[in-house]
């Protein structure tokens, strides 16, 4: 069965404000539907991809009927999505619970009900030691699917972030793989990234691109973001009287570089997550602007283009949904690598 892109239709699970379906667009595949319990995302979901149909619906409520329906009478299906990964971080493989495994469990049940020609599923790097994975493995080789897995570093293919997340691509047509780094020697930096973009101080917003915003800081972040050396440093520069109470304990040494940190202009950003504008919440801060990175600069850390809009023109700009978008979105470079893959694989089908 030889395959193209002008012969499938993909639908993308879990998708959120659709960074990873605007990949494969830009790849030129027909995306027919994302489907996400996030009703907010709807707007810019659908006004970024032309063709692909926002659906706010729980995965848990969504049927194989439902999806084939989808699909209609398409020769491939593919079926992509990341599942929601706070429970497979780092932090909390140890107290993952069974309501936190069920978007998993649904995403293989689906894949065996629908029989998806191609399936792919990105997800944090903690999942692959996990039962739940190897329960997902055993669903694709009961379903005669051939598959490769890899934990990869996105700054390796041109996302300007260390990013190191599982990528799964699985295909009945044949063997598949992702394609090889294209940025292993030329990672993309921050200056490259957000250097262009005009000086703005916390709390304010730049008067040409209202998503070039950054969060008001209290009286003592002022003083923290201030003590804190530009061009990459962090919190262990400070003064007692400015460190958090748990850090001053013996426990919490090990933690202190890895919050209330600046970005360093030659290097890639630290991965983006829903709190990436909080100067509190990671290596967050602007390399030399005495702030966290703005709306603008996370999107941009996330691969969006300019022209991508998150929200209606008429409607009210929240930085706290805005950053939820961002950081639970897969980076639209991210979902291109993804999507070559599948291009590559298809167009080598015999």
């Not at 700054?155 to 990013?163: E, I, L």
């Not at 990234?193 to 691109?209: S, T």
């Not at 969060?215 to 003064?239: D, Q």
């Amino acid at each position: 069965m030889r395959g193209n892109v002008q012969q499938a239709k993909v639908i993308d699970l879990f998708c959120g404000i659709g960074g990873l379906t605007h990949g494969f667009v830009r790849k030129g595949f027909d995306v027919v539907a994302g489907i996400d319990n996030d009703g907010g995302c709807e707007y810019g979901y659908n006004a970024n991809n032309q063709g692909a149909k926002f659906i706010k619906k729980d995965i848990a409520d969504v049927s194989g009927k439902d999806l084939k329906k989808l699909y209609g009478k398409t020769r491939i299906r593919i079926l992509v999505g990341c599942a929601p990964c706070q429970p497979f971080s780092k932090l909390n493989l140890n107290r993952v619970t069974k309501k936190q495994l069920q978007p998993l469990q649904k995403f293989a049940q689906l894949i065996e009900e629908v029989q998806p020609h191609v399936a792919s599923m990105e997800n944090v790097r903690g999942l692959v030691k996990t039962k739940i994975f190897k329960e997902f493995l055993t669903t694709l080789d009961e379903n005669g699917y051939k598959y490769s897995y890899k934990i990869v570093n996105f700054a390796d293919y041109g996302v300007p972030q260390n990013r190191k997340r599982l990528v799964l691509l699985a295909s009945k047509l044949g063997d598949i793989a992702l394609i090889p780094p294209t940025h292993k020697n030329k990672k993309v930096t921050v200056r490259e990234v957000i250097g262009h973009l005009n000086a703005i101080q916390a709390g304010q917003v730049d008067v040409n691109d209202p998503l070039h915003r950054a969060r008001k800081l209290s009286e003592l972040n002022k003083l923290r973001i201030l003590a804190t050396p530009k061009n990459g440093g962090n919190s262990r520069s400070w003064s007692k009287d400015l460190m958090l109470e748990c850090h001053q304990k013996e426990t919490g040494e090990s933690y202190r570089g890895s919050v209330y940190g600046r970005m360093s202009w030659d290097k890639p950003a630290p991965t983006m997550t829903t709190q990436c504008t909080g100067l509190g919440n990671g290596r967050y801060g602007h390399p030399v602007q005495d702030r966290a990175i703005s709306l603008r600069e996370a999107a941009f850390f996330q691969t969006f283009g300019k022209d991508y809009k998150f929200v209606a023109p008429d409607q009210k700009l929240i930085v706290k949904q805005i950053s939820r978008f961002i950081g639970n979105a897969v980076p639209v470079r991210g979902g291109e690598v993804i999507a070559e893959s599948i291009r590559r694989h298809l167009n080598l089908v015999p």
